[in-house]
């Protein structure tokens, strides 16, 4: 059973090169991005802003870790 971790900022320089390290480890990746990105990889991708817990509450829950990675 994989465990879900949740990825803020995933689009950036450090999260494009973490999302495939994580699903190589075996885990669930969920990550957030301010935009739409492409979802061919596997990884689930949630539209918000990091500063409106109301964009991403629900899906930290039962999240093994959180790796905020998002900057202004």
Do not use: C, H
């Not at 995933?10 to 990746?29: M, R, W």
């Not at 061919?40 to 509450?57: A, F, H, L, T």
């Amino acid at each position: 059973m994989s465990k879900k971790v949740f990825v803020t900022g995933a689009s950036g320089f450090i999260g494009k090169k973490l999302l495939p390290a994580l699903q190589a480890a075996g885990y669930d990746v969920v990550a957030m991005s301010r935009k739409i990105r492409d979802t061919s990889s596997g990884v689930r991708w949630v539209v918000g802003e990091p500063m409106v817990p109301d964009d991403w509450q629900n899906e930290i829950d039962g999240a093994y870790g959180v790796i905020n990675l998002a900057g202004e």
